[in-house]
């Protein structure tokens, strides 16, 4: 076997002759070569030689990686069960249904992460399966293991092993490693090398709403007008199947009858500051003027009467973005809900195509089920950065190599608990999801709901099926309209985060395995009092505590700790990472490298703020400011320690970041001899000010966020 260096601290193995199209072969984004350079140099916490190829059953080829007796894996795309997948059988398949937990989801991606600090992907078109710690070869049987389950209280359910085991795809693939030495380190390798984390414009990190789906274009432009009568942040109206003259499957052409004058629709809504993002699917109707066009180019079978176009076929690409090009994105629509392209054939549902349907460019159902919503993404995106503008969207299907690509996952799925994890989850994958709002059984429940998703990549109420607007719960309006102003003070704080994402490959928003190692984690909890201990998860078969999984709190950006309330909890522990923090919004100080409990009232979700941070804020607009406007920024320092905190600036909506038209500015605040403190910005490049702001202004050794 023979590893080659593929950048730096990553290494890549060449098994048999994969196949050409791959996810990252289809997104194709250069390596970010000179961040990865920049990185600690990390060696796998294994010897090469420790990685073996065996042959299985069926001569099939089989990847064993070692495992150490307590490590954690984490990764394999969008999972909603769990955050630490050892132990776990991961069947890595797109399903738009995710109940279960195999291993299935809308975005499966064959990457892990270990928290001894490296990455392995396994870069291919297929549904493969990783046994993540789950497989017992014979020769390696461990006395141990074998238990009597009617005596021996030391019996378990589930084993785990000490390998990983993962059955290639027939035709071979790339395997690749990632070095740490941290698990963020290996993350930040794989984003780097995927091309870097996305940045969005500015506009698609304020506040979205999507309204019913048979609305016209007259209640849509009222709904939104609302928004601005009613006082509440909104950025972009999306709209649902309805706008389309017919869907399921659906045409791309406007209805003549809801929306007779798109062009003067879209530019109404962006005449009061709104964006038009537009669902879709990928099933073309007989109705549709592309389908004659498709039809040469089209899978062996039709998913709801309509075309499945096989866009690894440029013909069929070059027809795709003629007519979206023409009719959307030169109308002034800024972007696409990608919906649907995550079907499965093993949910109880019909309305994808097999995994036996045959396509012109020679891939199988199998792959392009796969591979959909990967290329869905790139055709949207290449079509706005043709146009040299940014687009953000929403996409329910992805798989690796997604961390450039400007979309957030979404799903049918409402569980709030499941919705939090799956963000934690994300972090790890290059993947962003949004926790979206629909409904609620009660004021609490929404309030928590709306708390959690304004803390999110893409805040948004999704109102296609019940109508709901952020007002629906007049009991909660002023908590709801309060949250939903703070997204907007945070956006230049939020954009900084992204733009580290773009530059470095540090998730804008991170899971506490980032941030706290087992071992701290484990001094934390021993930390615990006796009344939380009660509190905590116990394994109801043997009595015996189970360590809590923090999967229920993040990061966000460098300095932010945010843990969710859901419906029914009065109180919860929070894992504080070392050091001081701060409570967001009741100035309370906590030592960190514990466990905490706290008791938010409704108006509150608990965020913590570290000593020392400086988070840069915007005044609260009604939707975020356009390239060349120019707003307030407040840099607010938390806290007695001096502490950094980094800001970055751009035109906030076209591609000239990427010819190095933006810049980072480091927030510093010291102490003076005297004891007072002292703060400055600092350009780190050639600008002096950034362009967005008019006046800068500071706010030092603050405890808590006051309201504007
Ligand atoms: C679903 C999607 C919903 C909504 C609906 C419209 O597939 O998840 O968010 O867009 O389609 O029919």
Partial sequence: MTWRLAAPGVWCLTVGSPHPFTPLTWVGAAPKLEALGRMPSADPPFSWADIALAEGGGGRRILILPLDGREKLYGTGLQFMRLNQRGCTRYLRVNSDPKQDTGETHAPVPFYVSDRGYGVLIDTSRAITMYLGSSFPLADTRVEDARDRNRDPGWRATLS????????????????????????????????????????????????????TQFGAEEALAEALEFRRRDYPCDVIGLEPGWHSRSYPATGEWDPERFAEPERFVRELRDHGFRVNLWEHPYVSPESKLYPELLPYAGSHTVWGGLAPDYAMPEAREAYAKQHRERHVAIGVSGYKLDECDGSELTNNAWMFPGHAAFPSGLDGEQMR?????????????????????????????????????????????????????????????????????????????????????????????????????????????????????????????????????????????????????EEAAVAEARLGRETETLNTTDAAYGKRLAPAWDDQYMVGESLLVAPMTEGEAERNVLLPAGVWWGLDTGERYEGGRVIRVRPGLETIPVFVRDGAILPLAEVLPHAPGPGERTPLTLVHFGSSPGEGWLYDDDGETLAHESGQGGWWKAVVTREADGSLKAALNGTDKASLPASYSVIQWRLAQTKLDDE
């Fill in 370 to 518: 796969q591979m959909y919503g990967l290329l869905f993404q790139k055709m949207t995106n290449d079509l706005y950065r043709a146009d040299n503008r940014r687009t953000y969207g929403l996409v329910r299907a992805s798989n690796a190599g997604a961390s450039s690509l400007p979309y957030v996952l979404y799903s049918d799925l409402y569980d709030h608990r499941q919705f939090i994890r799956a963000l934690c989850n994300a972090s790890f994958c290059g993947l962003l999801w949004t926790p979206e709002v629909r409904k609620a059984r009660s004021a609490e429940d929404w309030v928590r709901r709306m708390q959690t998703v304004v803390f999110s990549p893409l805040a948004m109420l999704n109102a296609w099926g019940d109508g709901t607007k952020p007002w629906s719960f007049p009991e909660a309006e002023p908590i709801v309209r309060r949250y939903l102003k703070l997204r907007m003070r945070l956006l230049p704080y939020l954009y900084s985060a992204f733009a580290r994402y773009r530059d470095e490959g540090v998730p804008p928003f991170r899971a506490m395995p980032f941030v706290v190692s087992p």
């Fill in 161 to 212: 092993a000490s390998r990983v085991e993962i059955p290639l795809p027939d035709e071979g693939t790339e395997i690749y490693v990632f070095g740490g030495p941290e698990l963020g380190d290996a993350v930040r390798r794989y984003n780097l090398f995927c091309g870097g984390g996305t940045l969005p414009p500015k506009w698609g990190l304020g506040f979205w709403h999507r309204v019913p």
